[in-house]
């Protein structure tokens, strides 16, 4: 661990330090334990956040419960920040009948209305311009609302990136743009994404103000964002915030790092490993202690593996519920199709291949 910092007094309210802290401690192990599950053929898919859980969770701790997030590629374990439960969560994952989304998207792209919360966006940068439509629909509609919109750097070689941010620049729309730079877009490292000298100066050339922080330094991300999301509330438009971080796993469950990157590179990320650096720095500010430490990580231990164990009880969506929410008046087409599925026995469950 590095040396604790002399700092006086916390920068931030303690409690949003102490609950970004246990926020962040779950869903590391909870990415852990889901890596694990995906190689042990128990989940098809997952795409962690480790290394990057400061830029996600302190980003989205500095905004309201009724602002929206449009996320990029790691930014569901917001809606668990958000008190979204967490097995539900889980039932996304495994595609069952406890997820909300009625097992239609792919594993680690949850969602829900009740935390205002789309989906991960797969389509790199489809997200952004949606985002933008979502401001300025809140400021026509003239409420208090503020859009999150993420992305990687990877996205900001996207068209859809462009658009998004000239057209948020010229009518001023609440919108902050996370970026997440983790120096990687699967194979190809931020370096030959951009001929600029950082993402954050992209925003000038689009009329609003472009930041770069450390996206390992909650406090810095917490600041950062916060001055962006008052700024876009009271009408002075959008933000751009690059949060410099690193992406310690691989790109997903479906993808091998050793392929493309020096190991090297990764054990000099962690040594700035955003948990460890904002214990040290809770146990410099007297608020926090090895005890409380080991307790918590028993505990979330204890929270993940129980939520599992529920979740991975649940059946799979009822077949019928592939005909729903589609049509208002559901065509006869497929209305006999419904019938004829139901009269057929249920195939036996694919298992995800490791
Ligand atoms: C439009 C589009 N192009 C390419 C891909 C394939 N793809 C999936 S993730 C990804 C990299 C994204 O990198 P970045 O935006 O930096 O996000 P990160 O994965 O690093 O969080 C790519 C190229 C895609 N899904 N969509
Ligand atoms: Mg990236």
Redesign the pocket.
């Known amino acids: 661990m590095r040396a604790a910092q002399k700092l006086e007094t916390p920068p931030i309210p303690r409690e949003v330090l102490l609950r970004l802290y246990r926020e962040m401690v779950r869903l590391r192990t909870l990415d852990e334990r889901m890596m694990t599950l995906q190689r042990q053929g128990r989940v098809g898919f997952y795409g962690a956040c480790t290394g990057q859980e400061a830029a996600t969770l302190a980003s989205a701790i500095a905004l309201e419960a009724s602002d929206w997030i449009f996320p990029?590629?790691?930014e569901g374990g917001a809606m668990l920040l958000r008190g979204f439960p967490l097995v539900p969560y889980l039932c996304q994952i495994f595609g069952n009948a406890g997820d909300e989304t009625k097992g239609r998207q792919m594993p680690s792209h949850m969602a829900s209305r009740s935390v205002n919360q789309v989906s991960w966006s797969?389509?790199?940068?489809t997200q952004l311009p949606q985002a933008v439509g979502a401001a300025m629909a809140a400021r026509i509609k003239g409420d208090r609302t503020v859009i999150a919109a993420y992305?990687?750097?990877?996205?900001t070689s996207?068209g859809d990136f462009h658009v998004a941010m000239n057209f948020a620049g010229v009518f001023k729309a609440p919108v902050v743009f996370i970026c997440?730079n983790?120096h990687?877009?699967?194979s190809v490292p931020t370096a030959k994404q951009t001929a600029s000298e950082s993402i954050a100066v992209k925003a000038v050339a689009y009329g609003f103000p472009g930041v770069k922080v450390d996206g390992n330094d909650t406090v810095a991300v917490y600041r950062a964002v916060k001055e962006a999301v008052d700024r876009a509330r009271s009408g002075g438009g959008p933000t751009l915030v690059e949060c410099e971080t690193y992406?310690i796993g691989a790109?997903s469950s479906s993808d091998d790092p050793t392929r493309y990157r020096d190991e090297r590179e990764v054990e000099q990320w962690k040594k700035r490993d955003p948990l460890e650096l904002l214990r040290s720095r809770l146990q410099a500010w007297g608020l926090w202690t090895a005890r409380q430490e080991d307790e918590l990580r028993a505990q979330v231990l204890e929270e993940v593996n129980g939520a599992i164990a529920e979740a991975e009880k649940k059946p799979d969506p009822p077949r019928e519920s592939l005909f729903d929410d589609v049509y208002a008046n559901v065509p006869w087409s497929l209305r006999e199709q419904r019938e004829e599925l139901l009269a057929s026995p249920p195939a036996a469950r694919a298992k995800p291949s490791p």
């Not at 992305?151 to 996205?155: K, Y």
């Open positions: 990029a590629l790691r797969s389509c790199i940068g992305l990687g750097d990877g996205a996207e997440q983790n990687w877009a699967i992406r790109h």
